[in-house]
């Protein structure tokens, strides 16, 4: 089982200002990354201890790291010499490998795949981009009140897990205060040596700045939910390192037996564990590199994350297949229904439907699947009829230059018919421009019961996400629709008396708010039409997101009774991010404003946020802008508002020369809670930034001009509360 690669570390995009500018440890890293598992070959030495490939001239211990040159790397065979392991050892040894069931991790029997994720819910494969597959057991993810455990077989196609991944750990005894761990406060923090928590990339050694929450419902011990405040990288493999934690006595946290064994090198006499020991040695040998003192851990495991390909191939497929078959050809659509002046500012609401290829089973409607054949390709199945509705201002009906045509994407299980409010009635008034959209298929007021049922049971979460890849596709013919010179223009309600259209089809801009801009982050990056796209009080990823949110309230209703387990909950949460990486924000966040995916361009971001946001919390916002580089504009927030001892940590300042920027709008809320749990004190500010006619003539100058235009004088952008 090949664990890493000799070679040069791969170019990595730099996450943030100086504080985060760190020098990459890579060749001490070398010795770790090479290891090969004899075991894997039948040629494991008769003692149990497992063989390990390291370069030529390094110390045979395989944790002590010594520079090489990879250029001309050699390598010989060492043996990591065993110790004995005491009676009392072994004894519990044995006890927590009788008490795992097959293809459980036995470093923590309190749930199967807990800690998550990792390697030891993995497979290998040689024909995946990371050399791994996911392999959670039949029975191995959290089961519902109904005794029905989840399916695993949609998580079981990844070859990774999800790069935006929360951590988690359960400890039996644990005094979160007393530990010390990070918080979102103080980032910095985290990335000391003496900080109790630390994950490191082993292909670079570089540690990932993070904070770790504490799930409040959990009462029996204490899971921790560790939160990387950047998204990783595809493809990569993450060591995880507990250390110098305190129980509620005040002394040390004890580590299990096994990890013990691990840790200090007993053999522990059984074959299964030792097969896993070179993938804990690595995972102890890169947070050795990091600074992080072996002795003081009391756990610590890998996990490796998904390939890219394997978070885009079927959007990528179905884009390319789908605008490819359209050509240079309109979807046929239908104009059903054009109310004139219904609203004040809107002079035109025109409603219709268009034709999708339908990738979806059946007739693609709600709780359907992507139509995978035996082979696990994808094949179309046939049309659908997506809807569709555009707000024409009176301002362009009375004007006489084409408009601006923006393409708007709606909020948390809504409809397409936002476009109506207020808000975006007055942005299309006070800058001419025409609005569009169709429902986000898979994420719409008619996917409501989808959502609850896999609330009751996650095994019907995987249709859930199918049918987001449906609603993306839909938003990708819309933008050909509206763009197409024999597509809406070509509408009596789309031109003036003289047949002259009223908008200009050349240019496509994008504007979302809340689940808009969440999924706009993933149909932003996918989208070959849109040049630049506004992203209003947006973050990523959702598994971050929901326990923070107002919005998750009624759902926790549902999801409580069905998993009555807190800790079945948080990992249900966990692993469905696995899934949603291929659908939100979060899983193509690295190829919106740099590194394009094939056959699309980059695009300029401009993020607002509202500070103390009920519903999408201002923390997804930063690890957004983080992932992208995109900078921050200062002051982030007037002296004393923001919890941070560094407002903005690890974002670089917004300069005359950045393309892209986050801007956070302050109406007056109390900041949000240090825990995870939603605010719930002054007021929601959620909907202030895009009421506010300042904030839209920012958003017009951004998409319609390129511009960044500081309108809050060099000063903390306050805004009066909506």
């Given at each position: 089982l090949l664990v890493g690669n000799i070679g040069e570390a791969p170019s990595r995009a730099h996450y943030g200002g100086p504080m985060l500018a760190r020098s990459r440890r890579v060749a001490g890293a070398l010795a770790a990354t090479t290891m090969v598992l004899a075991s894997c070959s039948s040629n494991e030495p008769a003692n149990g201890s497992p063989d390990v490939t390291t370069p030529t001239g390094s110390d045979v211990s395989a944790t002590e790291s010594t520079p090489s040159d990879t250029s001309s790397t050699t390598t010989t065979t060492t043996t990591i010499p065993l110790g004995a392991a005491d009676a009392a050892t072994i004894d519990a040894i044995d006890a927590s490998l009788a008490s795992s069931p097959a293809g459980c991790d036995p470093l923590d029997t309190r749930q199967c795949v807990l800690p998550f994720p990792s390697n030891a819910t993995t497979v290998a494969d040689p024909d995946s981009p990371t050399g791994r597959r996911v392999a959670f057991p039949t029975a191995g993810?959290?089961?519902?009140?109904?005794?029905?455990?989840?399916?695993?077989?949609?998580?079981?196609?990844?070859?990774?897990?999800?790069?935006?991944?929360?951590?988690?750990?359960?400890?039996?005894?644990?005094?979160?205060?007393?530990?010390?761990?990070?918080?979102?406060t103080d980032l910095g923090a985290s990335l000391e040596q003496s900080a109790p928590v630390t994950v490191v990339d082993t292909s670079t050694g570089e540690r990932i700045p993070l904070w770790v929450d504490v799930d409040p419902a959990v009462d029996d011990g204490t899971l921790l939910a560790i939160r990387p405040a950047i998204g990783l990288e595809a493809a990569t493999t993450y060591a995880v390192g507990l250390g110098d934690l305190v129980d509620t006595a005040g002394t040390p946290v004890e580590p299990s037996a096994l990890f013990v064994a691990y840790r200090d090198r007993l053999d522990t006499l059984q074959p299964a564990l030792e097969q896993r020991r070179v993938d804990i040695e690595t995972a102890?040998?890169?947070?050795?590199?990091?600074?992080?003192?072996?002795?003081?851990?009391?756990?610590?495991?890998?996990?490796?994350?998904?390939?890219?390909?394997?978070?885009?191939?079927?959007?990528?497929?179905?884009?390319?297949?789908?605008?490819e078959g359209l050509g240079g050809l309109t979807p046929e659509f239908e104009i059903t229904n054009v109310t004139e002046r219904p609203e004040p500012g809107v002079g035109r609401f025109v409603e219709g439907t268009y034709s999708v290829p339908n990738w979806m089973t059946e007739e693609g409607t709600p709780g359907t699947s992507l139509n995978r054949l035996a082979d696990g390709t994808l094949e179309i199945t046939g049309v659908v009829q997506s809807p569709f509705a555009c707000t024409i201002p009176d301002s362009v009906i009375d004007g006489d230059r084409p408009a601006h045509v923006v393409q708007y994407g709606h909020g948390l299980l809504g409809s397409h018919l936002e476009i109506a409010a207020p808000d975006v009635a007055a942005m299309g008034e006070e800058h001419g421009a025409v609005h569009c959209a169709t429902k986000w298929a898979g994420f719409s007021e008619d996917d409501i019961p989808t959502a609850l049922s896999a609330l009751q049971d996650f095994s019907a979460f995987p249709a859930f996400i199918d049918r987001q890849h449906q609603g993306l596709l839909n938003q990708l013919v819309l933008s050909r629709l509206i763009l197409a010179e024999n597509g809406l223009v070509t509408e009596p309600p789309f031109q003036r008396a003289d047949g002259e259209p009223l908008v200009d089809t050349g240019r496509l801009f994008f504007d979302g708010n809340s689940q808009g801009a969440v999924m706009g982050m993933a149909f932003a990056a996918l989208s070959p039409d849109i040049e630049r796209a506004v992203l209003g009080v947006v973050g990523?990823?959702?598994?971050?997101?929901?326990?923070?949110?107002?919005?998750?309230?009624?759902?926790?209703?549902?999801?409580?009774?069905?998993?009555?387990?807190?800790?079945?909950?948080?990992?249900?949460?966990?692993?469905?991010?696995?899934?949603?990486?291929?659908?939100?924000?979060?899983?193509?966040?690295?190829?919106?404003?740099?590194?394009?995916?094939?056959?699309?361009?980059?695009?300029?971001?401009?993020?607002?946020?509202?500070?103390?946001?009920?519903?999408?919390?201002?923390?997804?916002?930063?690890?957004?802008?983080?992932?992208?580089?995109?900078?921050?504009h200062r002051p982030v927030t007037a002296d004393g508002r923001s919890r941070e001892s560094d407002p903005g940590w690890g974002i670089e300042s917004l300069d005359d020369d950045a393309r892209s920027a986050l801007v956070i709008w302050d109406s007056g809320s109390d900041p949000i809670p240090?825990?995870?749990?939603?605010?719930?004190?002054?007021?929601?500010?959620?909907?202030?930034?895009?009421?506010?006619?300042?904030?839209?003539?920012?958003?017009?100058?951004?998409?319609?001009?390129?511009?960044?235009?500081?309108?809050?004088?060099?000063?903390?952008?306050?805004?009066e509360p909506r």
């Open positions: 993810l959290p089961t519902n009140a109904n005794g029905v455990p989840i399916d695993p077989t949609a998580w079981n196609r990844s070859d990774g897990f999800s790069a935006n991944t929360p951590i988690l750990a359960w400890f039996a005894d644990l005094d979160p205060v007393a530990s010390d761990l990070p918080s979102w102890l040998a890169a947070l050795a590199d990091a600074g992080v003192e072996r002795s003081t851990l009391v756990l610590a495991w890998s996990f490796t994350t998904a390939s890219i390909e394997n978070t885009t191939a079927t959007m990528l497929q179905m884009r390319d297949e789908t605008l990523m990823n959702y598994s971050t997101l929901l326990t923070r949110s107002v919005d998750f309230d009624g759902f926790e209703t549902i999801l409580a009774p069905a998993y009555p387990d807190p800790v079945d909950r948080a990992i249900g949460i966990a692993a469905a991010q696995i899934l949603w990486d291929s659908t939100e924000g979060a899983g193509y966040v690295r190829h919106l404003v740099a590194d394009p995916l094939p056959d699309t361009a980059a695009k300029d971001v401009l993020i607002h946020v509202a500070f103390g946001d009920w519903q999408v919390s201002e923390l997804t916002a930063m690890v957004a802008a983080r992932t992208m580089d995109v900078p921050i240090i825990e995870a749990v939603p605010p719930r004190t002054s007021r929601d500010p959620h909907d202030d930034p895009r009421n506010d006619v300042e904030v839209r003539r920012q958003k017009a100058a951004f998409l319609f001009d390129g511009g960044l235009v500081d309108v809050c004088n060099g000063g903390p952008c306050m805004i």
